[in-house]
């Protein structure tokens, strides 16, 4: 997977579902973490890759590769943009809805953030650097209505979503980012913008970013509808929607 948003049990292209057994120790070899990663990918995918040259339930994605992240979507495919055609909307509860291009976004302040990026799965790519503009600082200049209680993302994969509430949205460790690993982020990684939240499981950073909404109610993101939690502070299981004590 995306080694950034969880993976569910799901059906293959051949329609097999995947076992829960195998899912759960899957995720067991993922949490063994990064220095075995890179050894335990190639094995993992030399062994289900066996079955007619590929992966027969798509779990070798749940393993990050040998620099910490793994390609993966919800979709077949993804289109690229780049700073030519790319454009990030924001609307909803707001006196001054918009719309912003990549070297609109580049003109606003910029700040960084080096932290651990923790993936529900349980592994971590430590002290990872993302750059890009506050979130509180678009919102800013949106003008975000006294009536607003949350904000909804949207993304142009044309499937994947997220949520945060309008408090969570504002904190100072929430971007819209740029730049990860001190470059500007592939398309691989959700670029040319994705949402970065540090303090939550990464499966709330949405890659390939296009739409902030504000409205009046938190709308569960593509995988809380699938069971995961709406907040996904790290330390914070399943079940525990709990401000973070640090």
């Not at 302040?109 to 799965?121: E, I």
């Not at 980012?177 to 398309?187: C, E, G, S, V």
Request: with cysteine.
């Amino acid at each position: 997977m995306n080694s950034e948003q969880p993976e569910a049990p799901r059906h293959t292209e051949e329609g097999s579902p995947v076992g829960r057994r195998v899912f759960l120790g899957t995720i067991g070899l993922g949490a063994l973490g990064l220095v075995t990663a890179p050894v335990l990918q190639r094995v993992t995918e030399s062994v289900l890759g066996a079955f007619s040259g590929k992966d027969p339930t798509g779990l070798t994605g749940l393993l990050p590769n040998g620099g910490g992240f793994r390609y993966y979507s919800v979709t077949g495919s993804v289109p690229d943009r780049t700073a030519a055609d790319y454009q990030l909307k924001i609307d909803g509860l707001v006196d001054r809805p918009g719309t912003y291009t990549l070297a609109d976004l580049r003109a606003l302040p910029q700040t960084k953030l080096v932290k651990d990026v923790q993936c529900v799965t349980g592994w971590r790519v430590p002290d990872t650097p993302f750059e890009g503009v506050r979130l509180s600082h678009l919102l800013d200049l949106a003008g975000v209505r006294d009536s607003a209680k949350a904000i909804h993302f949207t993304c142009f994969d044309g499937a994947y979503t997220e949520s945060l509430t309008l408090d969570q949205a504002r904190r100072p460790d929430v971007l819209v980012a740029l730049r990860m690993q001190n470059k500007p982020i592939t398309h691989d990684h959700g670029g040319p913008v994705r949402l970065y939240v540090a303090p939550m499981y990464f499966y709330k950073s949405a890659k390939w970013l296009s739409g902030i909404t504000v409205g009046d109610k938190v709308e569960p993101g593509y995988w809380e509808k699938l069971g995961y939690d709406v907040d996904a502070w790290v330390g914070r299981s399943n079940g525990r929607d709990d401000e973070p004590t640090s």
